[in-house]
């Protein structure tokens, strides 16, 4: 932990002082055991700590998030396979809270209560590789009635040059230009129906020469043929196109078993069937190819999505790279779940973009520690690296007692994973 933090300390390094020592404390505090990870429960779990220095430290430090998150990225690109193919996914996520005063809180959508609900709404990026995935990247969602209250924006410390609205799909767009600026290697892009519709940007994603693969709606209209002509047809429907579910029913025959990946409970099996057509975004001046891309799961759940994939891709390939977006689904969950993720105190612009990288440094570290001992012990978890750096700086069990109840969970998780593959 301790050689980990030196890694990263420059980034923490201002004119006037070095945050790095409130970096490694803050990072070892996501990496606890505490009930709550919150800066007042933090104290009181690590000693060492004082709360106001974390919240300066959070709050007013002028290091740059930016800076933490390429790193973050770039170490998950060496923790990755060279050889195979990486992807950059996209989603959002909503942080339940209470008043009015937080940065970008607002009465808006939040998918983990789903419903509308007093929250803020962050866009996240991940790398993911198989069943490997780490946050890459985040940025606050600042709803209208924020940027046209400059008093409001004032008080939650809002730069300048932070106050034009951006839609999500835009912010998606900053973070998949930004990874791309930064040399970060990745060859495909996946994200969910909100950013699939937008085809003007699955466009520009194709203009950086990578693949897309998006979630789209049941009624997606999709041309079975090149449609003629340099000028998109105004209607659409009119035009010659269908909608995906409509070519679902007429070719559901020709679907086929895919297995996805291997899970806990066994085998990941879906019903696969894809099929060629065109899509033309409104900003293109021709039309674009495409992959129709569906799945069906063993519950009857349908997920369409499109692919610029080229005619040569394999069936497989589509297939688990449609299924990908799950991993940084998980992502979001563990860091909520394991990593304090959802817990911050801080109201301002600048906390919660600090927050939210070191949340992706605490996950890159626990990536870094599950494949250090990969070969010996294949099942280690975010939660077993947490268990172990607890013990580190502040558990009162012994070394053996953490291992043994690490092994002991291993064992019952391979126990089921091969139960549960014996009756498929």
């Not at 709050?59 to 690109?77: C, G, N, T």
């Not at 050889?83 to 339940?96: K, N, T, V, W």
């Not at 993911?128 to 969602?141: E, K």
């Not at 906390?351 to 001992?373: K, N, S, Y």
């Given at each position: 932990m301790v050689e980990y933090c030196d890694m990263i300390a420059g980034i923490f390094k201002c004119h006037t002082r070095n945050g790095s020592p409130h970096a490694q404390s803050y990072i070892a505090g996501l990496l606890s055991r505490a009930e709550r990870k919150n800066m007042e429960r933090l104290t009181e779990e690590l000693p060492h700590l004082h709360y106001e220095n974390l919240q300066q430290?959070?709050?007013?430090?002028?290091?740059?998030?930016?800076?933490?998150?390429?790193?973050?990225?770039?170490?998950?690109?060496?923790?990755?396979?060279?050889?195979?193919?990486?992807?950059?996914?996209?989603?959002?996520?909503?942080?339940?809270?209470?008043?009015?005063?937080?940065?970008?809180?607002?009465?808006?959508?939040?998918?983990?209560?789903?419903?509308?609900?007093?929250?803020?709404?962050?866009?996240?990026?991940?790398?993911?590789?198989?069943?490997?995935?780490?946050?890459?990247?985040?940025?606050?969602?600042?709803?209208?009635e924020w940027t046209q209250d400059s008093e409001r924006c004032d008080a939650a410390g809002i730069p300048n040059d932070q106050r034009e609205f951006k839609t999500k799909n835009e912010i998606a767009w900053a973070l998949i230009e930004a990874a791309e600026s930064n040399g970060i290697r990745f060859e495909w892009v996946a994200a969910d129906?909100?950013?699939?519709?937008?085809?003007?940007?699955?466009?520009?994603?194709?203009?950086?020469?990578?693949?897309?693969?998006?979630?789209?709606?049941?009624?997606q209209q999709v041309w079975e043929t090149c449609p003629p002509g340099n000028v998109r047809p105004e209607a659409v429907k009119a035009s010659g196109s269908r909608g995906v579910a409509e070519l679902w029913e007429v070719g559901r025959k020709d679907a086929q078993d895919?297995?996805?990946?291997?899970?806990?409970?066994?085998?990941?099996?879906?019903?696969?069937?894809?099929?060629?057509?065109?899509?033309?975004?409104?900003?293109?001046?021709?039309?674009?190819?495409?992959?129709?891309?569906?799945?069906v799961r063993a519950d009857g759940t349908i997920k369409y999505s499109i692919s610029n994939a080229p005619?040569?891709?394999?069936?497989?390939?589509?297939?688990?790279?449609?299924?990908?977006?799950?991993?940084?689904?998980?992502?979001?969950?563990?860091?909520?779940?394991?990593?304090?993720?959802?817990?911050?105190?801080?109201?301002?612009?600048?906390?919660?973009?600090?927050?939210?990288?070191?949340?992706?440094?605490?996950?890159?570290?626990?990536?870094?520690?599950?494949?250090?001992?990969?070969?010996?012990?294949?099942?280690?978890?975010?939660?077993?690296?947490?268990?172990?750096?607890?013990?580190?700086?502040?558990?009162?069990?012994?070394?053996g007692e953490v291992v043994d109840q690490i092994l002991l969970r291993h064992q019952r998780r391979a126990r089921s994973m091969k139960f549960k593959l014996s009756k498929k």
């Open positions: 430290f959070l709050s007013s430090s002028p290091w740059k998030s930016e800076d933490l998150w390429r790193f973050v990225a770039q170490r998950a690109v060496e923790c990755f396979d060279p050889q195979a193919e990486i992807s950059l996914l996209i989603d959002e996520s909503g942080f339940a809270k209470k008043g009015t005063r937080s940065a970008g809180v607002a009465r808006q959508y939040n998918g983990r209560l789903g419903k509308v609900d007093n929250s803020q709404v962050g866009v996240f990026s991940a790398l993911s590789q198989g069943h490997r995935c780490v946050l890459t990247g985040a940025r606050l969602y600042l709803p209208e129906e909100a950013y699939g519709r937008d085809q003007n940007l699955l466009l520009k994603i194709a203009g950086l020469g990578k693949l897309f693969m998006v979630d789209v709606a049941h009624n895919c297995v996805l990946r291997l899970g806990e409970n066994g085998k990941v099996k879906v019903k696969f069937w894809r099929k060629r057509g065109w899509i033309w975004p409104p900003a293109s001046e021709t039309a674009m190819a495409v992959w129709l891309c569906l799945s005619e040569e891709c394999q069936r497989e390939t589509l297939a688990q790279n449609q299924a990908q977006r799950y991993f940084i689904e998980r992502a979001l969950e563990e860091g909520k779940s394991e990593l304090g993720m959802g817990e911050y105190q801080a109201r301002k612009w600048i906390a919660w973009h600090h927050h939210m990288a070191l949340v992706g440094a605490a996950m890159i570290f626990a990536l870094m520690e599950r494949q250090r001992v990969e070969g010996n012990s294949p099942l280690t978890s975010v939660r077993d690296v947490v268990e172990m750096v607890a013990w580190y700086f502040a558990e009162s069990r012994t070394a």
